[in-house]
T-cell receptor, first 112, second 113 residues
Framework: LAKTTQPISMDSYEGQEVNITCSHN???????ITWYQQFPSQGPRFIIQ???TKVTNEVASLFIPADRKSSTLSLPRVSLSDTAVYYC?????????????FGTGTRLTVIP | DTGVSQDPRHKITKRGQNVTFRCDPI?????LYWYRQTLGQGPEFLTY????????KSRLLSDRFSAERPKGSFSTLEIQRTEQGDSAMYLC???????????FGPGTRLTVT
């Protein structure tokens, strides 16, 4: 089971870059790394996904070192609306859904 | 908006009653997942469908829980003989056949009194 470990909480000032690191020492060869954002009373929302090296989209970047035992979600210039819980998810294949593990996530609070 | 929808959004039931929730995934998505989420925790995987086939169930899932996805479209999750410990948010998600990201619905909040 590819469990993940993240910081429980982080605070950041508006306009700063935020980096959230996730450890996944038991990641399997076929596992992707996916990050989700969740606001209170809503379902999680997909942010970004990667397998190795670096992935960037319009909202975030994902850095994955060569050994893939960790990953870092980078949010550029956060705003108050980025206050949410961020989950790192590792593992999913057509027959590997039982490996899906969200953990407790990282509660990011953006301060004005 | 053609996202994932769930019904009802809230359900209050008495212990011992049966409840059923419905999920309508994004129409072209073949994969459908059910999760349970309690306060302060991340979503916990319950079960997964590819089209109409239920391919996996959580090893921790009680036999009071059953899910169906007839014709590979909408899905239902039934909980029989509800217990207070079943109180949680029940989330449904779908994903496209070849993609790996999941799109979540708003959830059904169940309260068992």
């Amino acid at each position: 089971l590819a469990k993940t470990t993240q910081p429980i909480s982080m605070d950041s000032y508006e306009g700063q870059e935020v980096n959230i690191t996730c450890s996944h020492n038991n990641i399997a060869t076929n596992d992707y790394i996916t990050w989700y954002q969740q606001f209170p009373s809503q379902g999680p929302r997909f942010i970004i996904q990667g397998y190795k090296t670096k992935v960037t989209n319009e909202v975030a970047s994902l850095f994955i070192p060569a050994d893939r035992k960790s990953s870092t979600l980078s949010l550029p210039r956060v705003s108050l609306s980025d206050t949410a819980v961020y989950y790192c998810l590792v593992g999913e294949s057509p027959t590997g859904a039982n490996n899906l593990f969200f953990g407790t996530g990282t509660r990011l609070t953006v301060i004005p | 908006d053609t996202g994932v929808s769930q019904d009802p959004r809230h359900k209050i039931t008495k212990r011992g009653q049966n409840v059923t929730f419905r999920c309508d995934p994004i129409s072209e998505h073949n994969r459908l997942y059910w999760y349970r989420q309690t306060l302060g925790q991340g979503p916990e995987f319950l079960t997964y469908f590819q089209n109409e086939a239920q391919l996996e169930k959580s090893r921790l899932l009680s036999d009071r829980f059953s899910a169906e996805r007839p014709k590979g479209s909408f899905s239902t999750l039934e909980i029989q003989r509800t217990e207070q410990g079943d109180s949680a948010m029940y989330l449904c998600a779908s994903s496209p056949t070849l993609g790996r990201e999941q799109y979540f619905g708003p959830g059904t909040r169940l309260t068992v009194t």
